[in-house]
């Protein structure tokens, strides 16, 4: 079974940090680009990161970008999201997904839900 | 940067009527990177279709998409209970996702 499951998030102050995990499994892993979607409560999806299968291209949206870093082990079959100097606006459910060919995302975790709160 | 826009916002019908949702670009996209997703309530998004038209695996042939350039339309046939959800469409360009806002899929 292809599956994505995230990991790490929970409740913190606005202006710290968390790392938050995805794995994967029953796929090729270094196969793949990565990306990473968040959920505002009640609100629609926003991209905000991607990774490709070597590490060597790295895209952000504007809305993390300078904040949040993305990295992965490809040995552990686990993709990350570093975010630094969170704001209350960044409280939303984490997702990892998998992309398909550069043209979609075909897998994706259940997310990881931050909340940002002082 | 390209904007995705959606409608209806929400749409009300009844199972086994067909529902037609629309994508509409602010330039003219290659179809090739035009996707649609389902969202039901509590779950992650799924995939439906990629390149506008073809059917992820496991998605039945209920779903259709079409279009071109500018403007994209997933249309829903014999609806069905559980396909009363949010549905996005995504386009890839520039080394990123952008998604449309969403059309909820509501029972009428």
């Known amino acids: 079974e292809v599956k994505l499951v995230e990991s790490g998030g929970g409740l913190v102050q606005p202006g710290r940090s968390l790392r938050l995990s995805c794995e994967g499994s029953?796929?090729?892993?270094?196969?793949?680009?990565m990306q990473w979607v968040r959920q505002a409560p009640g609100k629609g999806l926003e991209w905000i990161s991607s990774l490709s299968w070597n590490s060597l291209s790295a895209t952000y949206a504007d809305s993390v970008k300078g904040r949040f870093t993305t990295s992965r082990d490809n040995a552990k079959n686990s993709l990350y999201l570093h975010m630094n100097s969170l704001r209350v606006e960044d409280t939303a459910l984490y997702y990892c997904a998998k992309d398909y060919g550069g043209r979609a995302l075909d897998v994706w975790g259940q997310g990881t839900l931050v909340t940002v709160s002082s | 940067e390209i904007v995705l826009t959606q409608s209806p916002g929400i749409l009300s019908l009844s199972p086994g009527e067909s529902a037609t949702l629309s994508c509409r670009t602010s330039q003219s996209v290659n179809n090739f990177y035009l996707s649609w997703y389902q969202q039901r309530p509590g779950h992650p998004p799924r995939l439906l279709l990629y390149?506008?038209?073809t059917r992820a695996t496991g998605i039945p042939d209920r779903f259709s998409g079409s279009g071109s350039g500018t403007d994209f339309t997933l249309t829903i046939s014999r609806l069905e209970p559980d396909d009363f959800a949010v549905y996005y469409c995504?386009?890839?360009?520039?080394?990123?996702?952008?998604f449309g806002p969403g059309t909820k899929l509501e029972i009428k």
């Open positions: 995504q386009h890839y360009g520039v080394s990123r996702y952008t």
């Open positions: 029953g796929f090729s892993f270094d196969d793949h680009a």
């Open positions: 390149g506008a038209s």
